[in-house]
């Protein structure tokens, strides 16, 4: 299997612009997390998604990020408009049990927003 | 109070030494408790995990939790320059959320 996929890698955008994240997880994993990880905040659990349901989003800092699920092998965490305060890395992550345990990241997609 | 905290870092060993790496965590009913490793540039990954008190070895790696001092560590034994990296803490809370600590980032020196 080829792990979690995230794309981009890296993102460069202007405050205000719209950003698009993609996941496509582990095939089989029921779970799909989206975390935020910065210097000052660390990282955070901003929503996940059980078979393709959002179970808990109080992590999303604000109305401005949005995450869907349409099917079992694709998620996106969009941001709109974007703040400098956004830059960040985003990692993608799935399980098979929504235990830590099972839990697999992606490589992230470094976000800067100028 | 942060929720969970760790060592503040850097923390620097010469190789072959024992590393030791703490974590503390606020939620006095927490249940669970991770150690992960994460290599600069890269997403972090699992390394430990401990639900009971006492010790759990694995490898070079031994978890230690003490729930009544609310208090974790990893103990990183003949540590090598490819150990050098972030270890983050994480604590799977009372209310049903997991809590990363800040990391404490670890050198090797040769």
């Known amino acids: 299997d080829a792990g979690v996929i995230q794309s981009p890698r890296h993102e460069v955008t202007e405050m205000g612009q719209e950003v698009t994240l993609r996941c496509k997880p582990i095939s089989g994993h029921d779970y799909l997390f989206w975390y935020r990880q910065t210097m000052m905040r660390g990282l955070e659990l901003l929503i996940y998604?059980?078979?393709?349901?959002?179970?808990?989003d109080s992590g999303m800092p604000e109305d401005r990020f949005s995450a869907k699920m349409p099917n079992a092998s694709f998620s996106t965490l969009k941001i709109q408009p974007s703040e400098p305060r956004d830059s960040a890395v985003y990692f993608c992550a799935s399980s098979l049990t929504g235990n830590l345990e099972t839990q697999y990241f992606g490589p992230g997609t470094r976000l800067l927003v100028l | 109070q942060k929720e969970v905290e760790q060592n503040s870092g850097p923390l620097s060993v010469p190789e072959g030494a024992i590393a030791s790496l703490n974590c503390t965590y606020s939620?006095?009913?927490?249940?669970?408790f991770f150690w992960y490793r994460q290599y600069s540039g890269k997403s972090p990954e699992l390394i430990m995990s401990i639900y009971s008190n006492g010790d759990k070895e694995d490898g070079r790696f031994t978890a230690q939790l003490n729930k009544a001092s609310q208090y974790v560590s990893l103990l990183i034994r003949d540590s090598q320059p490819s150990d050098s990296a972030t270890y983050l803490c994480?604590?799977?809370?009372?209310?049903?959320?997991?809590?990363f600590g800040p990391g404490t980032s670890l050198s090797v020196i040769p």
């Open positions: 994480a604590v799977g809370t009372s209310y049903d959320k997991v809590i």
């Open positions: 939620d006095r009913v927490s249940q669970s």
């Open positions: 998604f059980n078979n393709n349901v959002p179970i808990d």
